[in-house]
């Protein structure tokens, strides 16, 4: 057994326990899998990332990537949930067709979007509302994700509500709904569309063409993709199609049956003791993560050790990152980097010389300007699908 | 090399020119072990996702392979003929099972 694989069983030994008596007899919840790298394998305008499938496609960035406040487009992480990803696109003919209870429905071109509406931009994290989902004890439905499945990136496009403005929507809409131009295998599946109330829309959900002032990575949505900062990744749909106004909701597996977590305070449930009823996944929670320094790391003794990493909410902004290096009995301010926006990665960094030779565990806690705060990964409620993960991050390194 | 060729086309115009070729994903192979009814395997699963899928998830219980399989039918419609479900968890619950 490696030594990192060590700390990982002690800490699912160790949390075994209390866990017990928070959430019930099975539960135990632990660190997420931080053991994975990145296969020698390229996708298209990616470098080698953790590679969990390739059809469909589920790409995890590795932890080195979270000490950038901006993820490159490169190193962007990938979710798509059915195989057939159009592989060709001819930008000319391409348009999102918008329709449903609207006075004038339209077709929208690549060129009008860049054309007929203000252009805005805003740096935004999107995150899958599963990221992190190997944390959870006993498994959960979904990707086995590491906690790679996030990135922080400035999307330039035009707002959803100018766009909708125009085929002038009719009394009584309440809903939007988004579908990609990816197609399952058989006719039967379910379709991967997304629907928004109209309340949630504000002026910062928009249709995006840009990211990092590049046209969008194939794999992360090109030509078009919804931004909807705050929210987790299942709402920001891509290679977007259809647009469709309703009035009613519109009964969707993707809405009604996955992305949903238990309706209550804390949205925790237990295996034996499942919550009866159960919402769509929306708003991201407080979270960090340090990309800085690697688990396993060897650091030399007295040398200047400079932890960094991100934290992010889904919108109230961050007021401070802590750093524990006696774990977690005491706690001290890093610094915070240039505020992108209450949407954007924060990245903090703190720096330290190691004092003692041996194993040191390095653990970062995020405060928002509301004073939540992230919890010890065994203090996460459990949800049968493993979702909204946020426990404080902990790496462990060698000082030698 | 088709990233290459992706960015450069892009690049010539701001209204981007037709992708003058294909996107193409690399071929990744997701070996699963040899076993009684690895064929059913192939044969029911690979229509619609990767065996990273089922790799993806580590060793697992029978009940949770049971569970899987019938999500696949009842939530994502997966032909599979009724008499396929035993030897499908049957493999994946030795091949990648945790002994529950």
């Given at each position: 057994m490696k030594r990192r694989d060590f700390f990982k069983t002690a800490a699912v030994v160790g949390v075994a326990t209390v866990g017990s008596s928070a959430f019930g007899s099975n539960v135990a919840m632990r660190e997420p899998i931080d053991s994975r790298t990145p296969q020698k394998i390229n996708f298209p305008e990616k470098r080698p990332m953790i590679t969990h499938s390739n059809r469909p496609p589920l790409l995890e960035a590795p932890r080195s990537t979270f000490s950038q406040v901006i993820t490159p487009n490169d190193e962007f992480f990938v979710r798509w949930h059915l195989p057939d990803i159009p592989t060709f696109i001819d930008t000319d003919k391409y348009a999102i067709r918008i329709?449903?209870?609207?006075?004038?429905?339209?077709?929208?071109?690549?060129?009008?979007?860049?054309?007929?509406?203000e252009q805005i931009e805003v740096t935004a994290?999107?995150?899958?509302?599963?990221?992190?989902?190997?944390?959870?004890?006993?498994?959960?439905?979904?990707?086995?994700?590491?906690?790679?499945a996030m990135g922080c990136a400035k999307w330039k496009g035009v707002r959803l509500k100018d766009v909708l403005k125009r085929a002038g929507m009719k009394e009584g809409s309440h809903w939007v709904n988004f579908n990609g131009m990816e197609k399952p295998a058989y006719d039967k599946?379910?379709?991967?569309?997304?629907?928004?109330?109209?309340?949630?829309l504000n002026e910062?959900?928009?249709?995006?063409?840009?990211?990092?002032?590049?046209?969008?990575?194939?794999?992360?949505?090109?030509?078009?993709?919804?931004i909807v900062p705050g929210y987790y990744s299942d709402s920001w749909v891509k290679m977007i199609k259809d647009i469709v106004v309703t009035k009613d909701h519109t009964p969707l597996f993707f809405m009604d049956q996955a992305y949903r977590i238990a309706a209550n305070a804390t949205h925790g449930e237990t295996p034996d003791?499942?919550?009866?009823?159960?919402?769509?996944?929306?708003?991201?929670?407080?979270?960090?993560?340090?990309?800085?320094?690697?688990?396993?790391?060897?650091?030399?003794?007295?040398?200047?050790?400079?932890?960094?990493?991100?934290?992010?909410?889904?919108?109230?902004?961050?007021?401070?990152?802590?750093?524990?290096?006696?774990?977690?009995?005491?706690?001290?301010?890093a610094m915070l980097g240039i505020d992108y926006g209450r949407y954007a990665y924060r990245a903090f960094?703190?720096?330290?010389?190691?004092?003692?030779?041996?194993?040191?565990?390095?653990?970062?806690?995020?405060i928002d300007h509301l004073g939540q705060e992230q919890p010890l990964a065994k203090d996460v409620p459990w949800d049968r699908g493993g979702y909204m993960f946020n426990g404080i991050d902990i790496v462990t390194i060698k000082i030698v | 090399m088709k990233k290459i060729i992706f960015s450069t086309v892009?690049?010539?115009?701001?209204?981007?020119?037709?992708?003058?070729?294909?996107?193409?994903?690399?071929?990744?192979?997701?070996?699963?072990?040899?076993?009684?009814?690895?064929?059913?395997?192939?044969?029911?699963?690979?229509?619609?996702?990767?065996?990273?899928?089922?790799?993806?998830?580590?060793?697992?219980?029978?009940?949770?392979?049971?569970?899987?399989?019938?999500?696949?039918?009842?939530?994502?419609?997966?032909?599979?003929?009724?008499?396929?479900?035993?030897?499908?968890?049957?493999?994946?619950?030795?091949?990648?099972?945790n002994g529950k």
């Open positions: 329709t449903g209870n609207v006075a004038k429905p339209y077709e929208l071109t690549l060129k009008e979007l860049k054309e007929d509406f994290v999107v995150q899958c509302g599963g990221n992190s989902r190997s944390a959870f004890v006993p498994i959960t439905g979904g990707v086995q994700w590491g906690s790679g599946t379910p379709d991967f569309v997304r629907e928004l109330n109209l309340d949630e910062d959900v928009m249709i995006a063409y840009q990211m990092n002032d590049e046209d969008l990575p194939y794999l992360n949505g090109f030509p078009t993709r919804l003791h499942l919550a009866k009823m159960t919402k769509p996944i929306t708003r991201m929670n407080i979270k960090s993560f340090i990309g800085f320094p690697d688990e396993g790391a060897e650091v030399e003794f007295q040398s200047q050790l400079v932890v960094r990493g991100v934290a992010f909410d889904g919108g109230i902004g961050i007021e401070k990152v802590l750093i524990s290096l006696d774990n977690g009995k005491t706690w001290k301010e960094r703190y720096s330290f010389r190691p004092n003692e030779k041996g194993n040191l565990s390095i653990m970062a806690k995020a | 892009l690049a010539l115009s701001p209204l981007m020119a037709q992708v003058s070729q294909e996107i193409i994903s690399p071929d990744v192979t997701y070996t699963l072990k040899e076993g009684k009814g690895l064929d059913s395997v192939q044969a029911n699963c690979s229509m619609c996702h990767s065996f990273g899928y089922i790799l993806n998830q580590g060793k697992q219980s029978h009940m949770f392979w049971d569970e899987k399989v019938h999500k696949m039918i009842n939530a994502f419609k997966a032909p599979i003929a009724p008499e396929d479900i035993p030897t499908i968890v049957g493999y994946l619950s030795t091949a990648y099972g």
